[in-house]
């Protein structure tokens, strides 16, 4: 079996995924360090457990599933899990329901929190790397700081800044959380592709092409039921 | 964006044989990017055939191949989360575009779907 070590991996794409993962540890916008770290381990255990919970049944309401005295709201717990396990099946009367109870803005960025988890984790297994330890929670207060031009979106059920859907709705999801869509999309342009260069078929770092990229995206895309 | 990649770079490919998970796809190393994409999709999954799709690709692309598509594979994960927990979809008139490749992928039926 051919051995895999850290010095296999991009220096671009190492940096980029410490730097995300060591975030989870800061406080954010919305949740403090030890909450994102406490709502990233439900995560990862989502994640990386044999037999997870169903989508029906919130981890909350199962004997040992999350820690005794959450920092974090069950609430939020109960939606990192389904976001981690059952992304595909969320609704949006569910999405009204939880961001109703935490703020839609917290909302984003624990939906951010997934998708920093999402990717360390994958990427890791996926390449026969060990996992990474969270990282240890800083004190601090989260800096609340909300754009001023927040509007209503026509392609996302959460807020994002004006003007709506002037581009892709993936592209727009989390502007409402400046901090979360910076570390998004350069976390994006080091696993896939720059942003500067989406528009280009004929781009590669010399490895895959980008249809041999696409196949991989799209079986990934179809295998974990995401319409988009 | 696999089929807009393929048209504008003038390749060809199978989406039936991506959407089974077997076949030729008709791109260089496509089987073995699919195996190791169908073992990447699922964290939990069969470690064993994570570990042999892995290898596979290795010998026949090189560590660098392998590295890419798992951060890939990595990135997807991280997308398709952000998709559908904030509910992104697409307007109507670039699903009536899509409708063919959602056909062939067997997207159509997905409960994911969403039109703006």
Known sequence: MTAIDESAVRPDLTAAHRQAWDSLGTPGTWWNGHQRVELAATAVAALTVDEPLPPWTAPSTVDG????????????????????????????????????????????????????????????????????????????????????????????????????????????????????????????????????EM?????????????????VAARISQLRECFY | MLSWSCRQSETEVNLGAIAAGRGDPGLPLG??????????????????????????????????????????????HMMTRLADGTGARYPATRLEEMAPVIDEMGASEMSSRRSG
């Not at chain 1, 929670?137 to 807020?159: C, I, Q, T, Y």
């Not at chain 1, 781009?203 to 895959?208: D, E, P």
């Not at chain 2, 089987?31 to 699922?42: E, M």
């Open chain 1, 65 to 196: 599933v999350l820690p005794a005295n959450p920092a974090a709201p069950l609430i939020a717990h109960d939606a990192m899990y389904r976001i981690a396990t059952h992304a595909g099946t969320i609704t949006e009367p569910w999405f009204e329901r939880v961001s109703g109870e935490l703020g839609d803005l917290a909302y984003v960025e624990l939906v951010a929190i997934a998708c920093t988890v999402a990717a360390v984790t994958t990427f890791r297994g996926a390449a026969g790397l060990p996992r990474w330890e969270l990282p240890e929670p800083a004190d601090g207060e989260p800096s609340r700081v909300v754009p001023p031009d927040l509007v209503p979106a026509g392609l996302n059920w959460v807020r994002v800044t004006s003007p709506a859907d002037a581009i892709a709705a993936v592209v727009q999801a989390f502007t409402s959380v400046p901090a979360e869509n910076e570390r998004l999309w350069t976390l994006a342009a080091a696993q896939y592709i720059p942003n500067t």
């Open chain 1, 199 to 215: 528009v280009d078929p004929h781009w590669t770092r010399g490895s895959l092409s980008r249809p041999q990229m696409e196949l």
């Open chain 2, 31 to 76: 089987a073995d990017l699919v195996r190791f994409a169908s073992a990447a999709a699922s964290v939990r999954g069969d470690r064993a055939e994570m570990t042999a799709a892995r290898e596979a690709l290795i010998n026949s692309g090189g560590k660098a191949v392998m590295i890419d598509a798992a951060a890939v594979a990595a990135n997807f």
